[in-house]
């Protein structure tokens, strides 16, 4: 049997920029001062406007892949995506983004983190920073992409 997964792109749009809204905050006034210190760059100095243009376009291009690959793998864990009845958990949606945020963090995110730490000589305060972010965007992205299924 093949699951009949259907997106919609208009959720996977709205948490493309709300990821985007919610990356400024956070590298912004919440941890901007904090995060550009523990990379080693000149806070006085902004960058140059070629350099901001070109990571917020990459950062768009990479909320957009995070939000449909997630919108796959959350659609992949729900019963009637296959044909089957619901369950407790699938009708409980709230539940369901916040599992699919925590397990995706925990199994695809805080591992590199924690290698940036190990093998990159990052420090802790970066990685809580970091992690912090990647945690919070995925519940974001998850429960868009949850109750606008």
Do not use: C, R
């Not at 970091?130 to 109750?147: D, E």
Request: charged share 10%; net charge neutral; proline share 5%.
């Amino acid at each position: 049997m093949m699951p009949n997964i259907q997106l919609n792109f208009l959720a996977i749009a709205i948490a493309v920029v709300a990821n985007f809204i919610l990356g400024f905050i956070w590298y912004t006034p919440l941890f901007g001062k904090a995060w550009g210190k523990e990379m080693g760059f000149d806070t006085s100095n902004p960058p140059p406007k070629g350099a901001l243009a070109k990571g917020m376009i990459f950062m768009v291009i990479g909320n957009f892949l995070m939000a449909w690959v997630f919108a796959h793998n959350i659609a992949v864990w729900n019963p009637t995506t296959w044909g089957l009845e619901p369950n407790e958990m699938s009708m409980n949606v709230g539940f369901s983004a916040t599992m699919a945020a925590i397990f995706t963090w925990l199994g695809f995110y805080f591992p590199g983190d924690l290698g940036s730490v190990a093998w990159e000589n990052k420090s802790w305060k970066l990685f809580f920073i970091n992690t912090g972010y990647h945690l919070v965007s995925l519940f974001v992205v998850a429960m868009i992409l949850s109750f606008m299924h």
